[in-house]
Each structure stands twice: as structure tokens, then as C-alpha cells.
């Protein structure tokens, strides 16, 4: 109690003092945390495919890695507010997020997969969400994916915080969207009542996302070169086999 | 329906007691900031100081008027854009912050009541055989107005135990987003939040305990 009090003093008397702090931190990175198996937490150790591909990227441009997990929808806050400088989170590039950041070259390449409960014979592909209720989760990619879709009027699409593939094995949503590959995971690890339906419809790219100002470029630049070492040395491909059993690094 | 999985469930509780403190302490912090910003904006609402008795009404309506989880975010992401060098507020400290002016709006208003609540024949009384304002205060409304505030005040902080559960975010891993996290690795949501419930819930049945024994001790004077 006294400490925490003592680091709200601190922080207080930061403000005034803040443009002295210097620049040579460590490598601060976004996460939820709460992405199986990109990133989650097992017995309070932070984990998954994302921790992995970090940890490297951290070694190989001699930085250390610090992780802040905060719920999916607070990352771009905090990344906004500069209190991290990415986001490790599968994060897909849009038009829009590109006006807003410069993004890494991008690591994993992957669809939007439809997924159903396991016995749902009236979804069977994209087609089939006509009149249903999708989730996907709140600031997602998978939503304006789904908006764009030339019946997307009839398609009524519910968003989530967390948990909606629970949602969708009870039977609460006929359906949610997510990428192929974490979605196969859940099926194949997981406990819950749930099948792929049809093939993926859309292709995304999923890179880190960084300010738009000189230093995010300089550090995109280094992710970048240490990422391309990473990649032709085949530690990229290893850890995603180690996740997925595929290589999803490559297009 | 699958058997509950008792053993992930024992399994998790001490990794989630590590991060009960941090609960406990945000909620606590809060309380004390709450408390003595609601006991000053009770003051100035009562005795009605000019412009700042105006200022605390804007303050208390915005804080009560709008949903913690907005504040949370405007404090530790809209702020920073305003101005870039409060960045340096990290989680923890603007969710003490917005717990604080959340709740010290509330808890202002029913101090408020309960310091009017006391019989003004009293006041006179009080202020007729000589006592000054602050005997008067010290002496026979404060101790009167504890005993009609405290049931009230320790709601709110029940509620403030509750409400740290949302701080998880801005970032900051208390036992509600251990608990997520945790339930994202295992898929195991039932197990991993009933035992969060549970935390919550004991911690919440101790203070009422508390709550009743205080109640009694402030009612000594009334029982026969």
C-alpha cells in the first residue's frame, strides 16, 4: 500500500519531468493475453505463438522484450497514447489502420474462417450467414471483413469481448468469424463442440503495427531486418510449427 | 455437460490470490482518495461557498452521469492525446483515479444527506448554550451523520472492489484479468471464473462482517 502510494507520488512529480525521461527502453509490447494460442496465459506464465516470435525479434536486435497485456480493445489506446511502441496481437493490415500506423512486414498470412457448431448443417460457407447471427470479436478486423460482403445487411453480426466461441457451441450465435488458424486450433485442443465451415473467404496479412513518426519507422525498420534474419534462418517457420504444425509465416 | 475440472480449479487459486492484493489495493487507495474528496465536496455543498459549491454540482453530475468504464478510458487514452506528457499516468494509478472521482461523487451526495439528516432543533440547541461551529460539527452532527453514512459508504466500497475488475482494460492485471487470461489458455471458463467469484465474494462477506459490527458499536447509544 505505501509502495503503490510512494508510485502515485512518483508518477505525479514524472509529469512535470517527463520530456528528460530517455528513450533507451526496452522494447515495449501490447498483447491481450488472451488469444489462444497466439498469446494466453498458463499458470500466470505469459505464452503462445506471438510471446515466441517477440522474444526472437527481441534477441536478434539485442533489446529486451517487455510485455504489457491490457483487454484487446484498450491495445490501440495504449499503443495511441505511446505507452507501448506495438502491438503483438495478430493484427491484420487495413486501409485504415495504415493511415494511422506504419506496419512491419507481415509474419503470419492467413484467411477469415467461418466457424460452427459442430453439426450445423444450415451454415455450411460464407453464403450460408444470410439471415444469421455471426460473432465477432469488438475490434476485429473480422466485422468490417463481414460488412463488406455484398449481403452484409442481412447478416446480423454480434461483437465480443471475449469468449464468443463459448457463445457459439451453446448455440447463442449461429456462427463466428476468426482467423483460420487460431480457429483450427481451438477446434483441435479445446473442449468445445465446433467445425470449420467452407474455406476461408478473405486473405489477411497480419503485421506490428508502429507510430507514424521517425522513430516508429527507424524501429519498424529494425523488426523488419531482424524479422528477415528470423525468417531465412528458418526460426520463424520452427516456431510456427511448434504452435500450428504449419508454417503459417509464409504466404 | 462436461465434469467440472476440480483440479484445474485448485490449481488455480493460488496462482489468483497473487493478484488479490492488487485488487484489494486499488479499491483500498481508492476508498481513502474517494472518502476525503466526497467529505470536501459534502462541506461545500452543505455550507454552499460560492462557486465552488456551483463547480462541486457540475463535478458530481458528470461523475455520476456517466459510466466508470468511459471515464477509465477518457483518463488513460483521451487525456494523453490532449496532452502527450500524461502519458506518464501508468494503469494503476488512472484507475485509482477514475475509482476515485466515481465514487467520491457518490459518496459525496449521501454524506451530504446524512449531515442535513441530523435535526437542525439540535444545531440550534447546539449553537444556543455557546458550542462554536466546530464543537458543534465535532460534537453532535459528525458522530450522527457517521452512523446514518456508514452503511451506505461501505456499499460503495463493496462496489468498488467490484468495479476494479475493470481495469484489466487499461492494462493493469488484477484478479479479474489474471482470470481471463488464465481461461484463455485453458478454455476452461466456468472453473476459471467461479473461482474468481468466489474471491470476490469472500473478500466482499468479510467486510460485511465488518459493516455489522461497526453498525453495532455506532449504535450503542440507541439500543436499550
Redesign the interface.
Known amino acids: 500500500?505505501k509502495a503503490?502510494?510512494s508510485?502515485?507520488l512518483l508518477?505525479i512529480s514524472?509529469?512535470a519531468s517527463?520530456?528528460l525521461l530517455a528513450q533507451d527502453n526496452p522494447l515495449r509490447v501490447?498483447m491481450?493475453?488472451?488469444?489462444?494460442p497466439f498469446t494466453?496465459?498458463?499458470?500466470?506464465e505469459?505464452?503462445g505463438f506471438e510471446v515466441d516470435v517477440m522474444n526472437a525479434i527481441g534477441e536478434e536486435m539485442g533489446r529486451e522484450v517487455q510485455y504489457?497485456?491490457?483487454?484487446f480493445?484498450?491495445l490501440f489506446?495504449?499503443l495511441?497514447?505511446?505507452?507501448i511502441d506495438t502491438v503483438a496481437n495478430q493484427i491484420t493490415i487495413t486501409e485504415e489502420r495504415q493511415k494511422a500506423y506504419v506496419f512491419s512486414d507481415p509474419y503470419v498470412y492467413d484467411g477469415a474462417q467461418v466457424v460452427t457448431k459442430k453439426g450445423n448443417t444450415q451454415v455450411q460457407s460464407v453464403e450460408d450467414l444470410k439471415g444469421k447471427t455471426v460473432a465477432v470479436n469488438l475490434g476485429s478486423n473480422f466485422e468490417d471483413l463481414l460488412q463488406e460482403l455484398p449481403y452484409a445487411d442481412q447478416i446480423n453480426i454480434k461483437t465480443y469481448e471475449?469468449?464468443l466461441?463459448?457463445d457459439t457451441a451453446l448455440g447463442r450465435v449461429d456462427a463466428f468469424v476468426m482467423d483460420r488458424v487460431s480457429a483450427s486450433q481451438?477446434i483441435k485442443?479445446?473442449?468445445?463442440p465446433l467445425e470449420l465451415a467452407g474455406p476461408t473467404f478473405s486473405q489477411i496479412k497480419n503485421a506490428y503495427p508502429f507510430h507514424d513518426n521517425e522513430a516508429g519507422r527507424e524501429l519498424r525498420d529494425e523488426v523488419n531486418q531482424a524479422m528477415a534474419t528470423l525468417r531465412e534462418n528458418g526460426t520463424l517457420a520452427s516456431i510456427s510449427e511448434k504452435w500450428f504444425g504449419t508454417d503459417i509465416t509464409q504466404p | 455437460m462436461?465434469v467440472l475440472n476440480v483440479e484445474y480449479m485448485l490449481?488455480l487459486v493460488p496462482?489468483l490470490l497473487?493478484y488479490l492484493p492488487l485488487t484489494l489495493?486499488l479499491a483500498?487507495?481508492g476508498m481513502v482518495f474517494a472518502l476525503i474528496l466526497a467529505c470536501l465536496f459534502a462541506v461545500v455543498r452543505v455550507l454552499r461557498i460560492p462557486v465552488l459549491n456551483q463547480l462541486t454540482i457540475v463535478f458530481i453530475s458528470f461523475f455520476r452521469g456517466t459510466p466508470l468504464l468511459v471515464q477509465l478510458?477518457l483518463f488513460?487514452?483521451g487525456l494523453?492525446?490532449l496532452f502527450?506528457?500524461?502519458?506518464?499516468?501508468?494503469?494503476?494509478?488512472a484507475t485509482?483515479m477514475g475509482l476515485t472521482m466515481h465514487f467520491a461523487a457518490y459518496m459525496a451526495e449521501s454524506i451530504r444527506a446524512a449531515i442535513v439528516g441530523v435535526d437542525r432543533s439540535q444545531t440550534e440547541a447546539a449553537l444556543s448554550i455557546g458550542m462554536t461551529n466546530g464543537q458543534l460539527m465535532r460534537r453532535i452532527v459528525l458522530p450522527q451523520a457517521t452512523r446514518v453514512a456508514l452503511p451506505t459508504l461501505m456499499n460503495y466500497f463493496i462496489d468498488m472492489i467490484k468495479a476494479t475488475s475493470l481495469a484489466?482494460?487499461?492494462?493493469?492485471?488484477e484478479l479479474m484479468?489474471?482470470t481471463?487470461?488464465?481461461?484463455?489458455?485453458?478454455?476452461l471458463?466456468f472453473e476459471a471464473f467461479i473461482v474468481a467469484a468466489i474471491m470476490y465474494w469472500i473478500v466482499v462477506e468479510i467486510l460485511s462482517k465488518l459493516q455489522n459490527y461497526l453498525e453495532i458499536r455506532l449504535n450503542k447509544a440507541y439500543s436499550r
Do not use: C, H
Not at chain 1, 504489457?68 to 483487454?71: L, M, S, W
Not at chain 2, 481471463?180 to 478454455?187: V, Y
Open positions: 500500500m503503490l502510494l508510485k502515485i508518477t514524472l509529469v517527463m520530456p501490447g491481450s493475453g488472451s488469444y489462444f494466453f496465459v498458463e499458470q500466470d505469459l505464452k504489457e497485456t491490457a483487454n480493445s484498450g489506446g495504449m495511441q497514447s505511446g505507452r471475449s469468449n466461441e463459448r481451438i485442443e479445446k473442449p468445445l | 462436461d490449481g496462482v497473487r489495493q483500498g487507495i478510458f488513460y487514452y494523453p492525446q502527450s506528457a500524461l502519458t506518464v499516468i501508468d494503469g494503476i494509478t485509482i484489466f482494460t487499461l492494462g493493469v492485471t484479468g489474471a481471463q487470461k488464465e481461461a484463455a489458455g485453458s478454455f471458463y
